[in-house]
């Protein structure tokens, strides 16, 4: 028989002989590679949706916003497609109606829709493209699954005015609503928003206005003329006051969308690495312990003429079956997870498919990862095993000379049991071993402790926004001063607040970025100013309030001026204070200092209703007619809703976090019972129970998670602020928050997952062979 084949046989066997061992670390192994693979692959199959779903609609390369209340003259787009480098041209008339469907009024965003669409087409999944003259409408297919809405049935919509019956004659998707993100709300509702596609000339009839637009969307052939194109286009509709002008990666949908793919970046790379880190430091206690117990099979074989090599290759082999196994069952695990996570996460959107490819390049990082850590982690202790002097070794195995004492500190605890005693002893017999199991416990906590932390988060900021800073029940888009006077004496209504609320870009340098601003009033408690700490701010006099994400973006310093855009025009403004709002990142202006500046007193009305009357107070102002509005409630609901997915993630990786604990626990304790296998016979037939042993290893594992627990948690704190980090956005700002009752929930999880850990130790301990290892003791 060859050497080779001999020492396979060999490492077969003691794979075989320590299966759990092995086992538990090709988990770890596993959740690594499987972690990166399905995050990684995630974050590329979202890419590649978004970027195919663009493609196949042609999505815009940059746009002009007018004020819907002038609209240009439709003959000026010839002037657009004369522009070099244009490819494609849509010109569209925007105005916005309502209907009611089960009791509630719904605002619908008419868009309309020319003869032929080729910029930003919609993909018809169910129904058709309506004919030029025909009174229908295409509508976005998630908003009529919200409603029930079929094909073929007939909505009878409110126009300026004017009731008119729309066939719904299509569902479709569109690449501009992959989000949808409305003007003036930093969070849209199907249950109150949606978005519909009327032929243009029967949108245009129904107003009684002629050909015109009030958005252009256009695409280009060369990337190198945007910005050039969009400075022609702004010129062309200079006269006609335009509220917005934007290039591709500014449209608001997609920002959201691309703000997304990098979080999911950022998690790809940082929670594998844990498990990773973690299997490396098991497989390095593992294979210290085998080649520990076989020094004296490897004095054997040295004596027997096999070379050092051969010993080094051969534990080698050990690292290298758990690479491959745990490499290979990641893959395999990553890719399916992301197919679930591709798919869920779609559902959420607006798309109409989505891409889950295999990804060669990243599997095969993966696997390379799988295969590199264990390999490195062993070679220290394969190496060692080469060197091993077979004369030293024939003496048998000596323990480490450098030990920690505990005489003083069992005569400073008074009396204990032995077992105690014991159990403390054994703890700092090995040094070594019992950091590595520190190491696996703070590792475990310091992702459960990171997962949580984003609940913590999540609680505080959406409590704030909806308990502090929204405290109105409804709010009414209007300019109008009858519908305030109607609503403010209605007896359902408590109280009511003028506010003006717009988009607003920032220049400063060439850089652009984009907020929502809200012009409230000092003696209004309906739209409130609360930083990430809780404390309430004011808006100056003059000036703005800037969230310190996009000030730092632009690098803004207080009392700096800049430019701004807005739909109200281009203005100067003020930055008076910088500060962090949770959730969302709007800026706040006084409505008395920036109606003289929007020359408007105000668009909207927050309004809050007596206790008791919300319901008739909603329904009151519902049927009001030509307003649109947006319930506080509704906005809340959708909130917990969309936030499933995110909740899901979060329960994934604290089911990650406590695997990750249960194994390498699992590991050292057992690991630990076989080197004190003899001592604990010997116990056994001195007559300590099984339950007094058990119990003597409960102590080491208890004493070993408290110290875990301690180094974890401001390990997991550190960890969770630096993921906090790379979420911030100049949209949204997630605080960070730790509850004080997430610490305790962390280490109450902690030693859950280690006393599971120890039940395979203590059913080993029971199922002992005592004869058996009383004979090896005295061979």
């Known amino acids: 028989m060859s050497i080779a084949r001999i020492l396979s046989l060999k490492a077969f066997r003691d794979l075989k ?83 009611e469907r089960e009791g509630s009024r719904i605002t619908l965003k008419l868009l309309s829709l020319p003869e032929k669409l080729e910029v930003n087409r919609l993909v018809i999944v169910e129904g058709r493209y309506p004919e030029p003259e025909e009174k229908a409408a295409v509508i976005l297919k998630k908003f009529a699954d919200y409603h029930g809405i079929k094909v073929g049935e007939s909505i009878s919509v409110d126009i300026g005015g004017r009731r008119v019956n729309l066939k719904v004659v299509g569902l479709a998707f569109s690449p501009e609503f992959i989000w949808i993100v409305e003007s003036g709300s930093w969070i849209t509702t199907p249950k109150t928003f949606g978005v519909a596609y009327v032929p243009q000339k029967v949108l245009e009839d129904t107003l009684g ?191 480490d000379a450098k030990r920690i004492r505990l005489d003083r500190v069992f005569e400073l605890l008074g009396r204990i049991s032995m077992l105690t005693k014991l159990s403390l002893r054994n703890i700092f017999r090995s040094p070594r071993r019992a950091a590595y199991s520190l190491l696996g416990v703070a590792a475990s906590v310091t992702l459960i402790l990171a997962s949580m932390v984003f609940l913590d988060a999540n609680d505080f900021a959406i409590s704030t926004q909806f308990d502090r800073i929204t405290t109105y029940d409804m709010k009414i888009y209007t300019s109008d001063p009858e519908v305030y006077r109607a609503v403010k004496n209605m007896p359902e209504v408590q109280e009511v607040a003028k506010v003006i609320e717009t988009w607003i870009v920032f220049e400063k340098g ?33 000036g703005i309030v800037m969230p310190k994400v996009i000030a730092s973006k632009l690098s803004v310093a207080e009392e700096e001026s800049l430019k701004a855009l807005t739909e109200f025009g281009r203005m100067n403004v003020r930055v008076s204070e910088i500060y962090n709002q949770p959730l969302t990142a709007a800026c706040y202006a006084d409505i008395l200092h920036f109606s003289k500046k929007a020359g408007i007193e105000f668009n909207a009305l927050l309004v809050k209703f007596r206790p008791g009357f919300e319901e008739q107070g909603k329904g009151r102002i519902s049927d009001m007619d030509g ?44 690991i630990n019972v076989l080197e004190r296998r003899r001592e604990i016979a010997t116990l056994r037939m001195l007559g300590y129970t099984t339950r007094e042993i058990a119990f003597s290893l409960l102590i080491e594992v208890v004493v070993i998670g408290v110290i875990g627990i301690v180094v974890g948690i401001p390990l997991g704190y550190l960890a969770a602020k630096l993921l906090f980090q790379s979420f911030q956005s100049e949209m949204y700002y997630m605080p960070f928050v730790i509850y004080p009752r997430t610490y305790i929930l962390t280490a109450a999880v902690t030693f859950v997952v280690l006393l599971a850990s120890l039940i395979p130790g203590v059913r080993y301990v029971a199922r002992m062979e005592i004869e058996k290892v009383t004979k090896e003791m005295v061979s």
């Open 510 to 542: 060439g850089v652009t970025k984009s907020s929502t601003l809200y012009a409230i009033g000092h003696d209004q408690g309906l739209l409130n100013l609360y930083d990430a700490g809780g404390r309430q701010h004011h808006p100056p006099p003059k």
């Open 627 to 670: 307003i649109r509005t947006d319930s506080i409630d509704d906005l809340r609901e959708y909130v917990d809703e969309i936030m499933t997915f995110f909740y899901v993630f979060i329960y994934f990786t604290l089911l990650f976090g406590a695997s990750l604990g249960f194994a390498s626990i699992f590991n050292t304790t057992m």
């Open 17 to 99: 002989a320590q299966k759990w061992q092995f086992m538990a670390v090709v988990f770890l192994v596993f959740l690594g590679v499987a972690l990166y693979t399905s995050f990684y692959m995630s974050y590329l199959n979202l890419g590649k949706t978004y970027d195919r779903f663009y493609e196949k609609t042609n999505f815009e390369d940059l746009a002009v916003i007018l004020n819907p209340s002038s609209p240009a003259p439709a003959s000026l787009l010839s002037e657009v497609r004369k522009i070099d480098g244009v490819e494609e041209v849509y010109g569209r008339i925007v105005h916005y109606a309502t209907f």
């Open 209 to 399: 206005i002629g050909s015109a637009v009030s958005e252009v969307h256009v695409t280009v052939y060369d990337d190198s003329r945007v910005d050039e194109v969009l400075n022609r286009v702004t010129e062309i509709f200079a006269d006609y006051g335009i509220s917005a002008s934007y290039k591709r990666e500014d449209q608001p949908s997609n920002k959201l969308v691309k703000m997304d793919l990098d979080g999911f970046r950022e998690l790809s790379f940082m929670f594998p690495s844990f498990f990773l880190f973690v299997s490396a430091l098991m497989v390095y206690v593992l294979l210290s312990r085998v080649v520990r117990e076989q020094t004296g099979s490897i004095a054997v074989m040295r004596a027997l003429g096999y070379s050092r090599k051969d010993i080094l290759l051969h534990y080698l082999t050990h690292s290298a079956v758990i690479g491959v196994v745990g490499s290979l069952t990641g893959v395999a695990g990553g890719y399916l997870i992301s197919i679930f996570m591709t798919a869920e996460y779609t559902k959420l959107l607006n798309v109409p498919f989505y891409v889950a490819e295999v990804h060669g390049d990243v599997m095969l990082q993966g696997l390379a990862i799988g295969l590199i850590v264990p390999l490195v982690a062993g070679i220290s202790t394969a190496y060692a095993a080469s060197k091993i002097d077979p004369a030293i070794a024939m003496r048998g195995v000596s323990e």
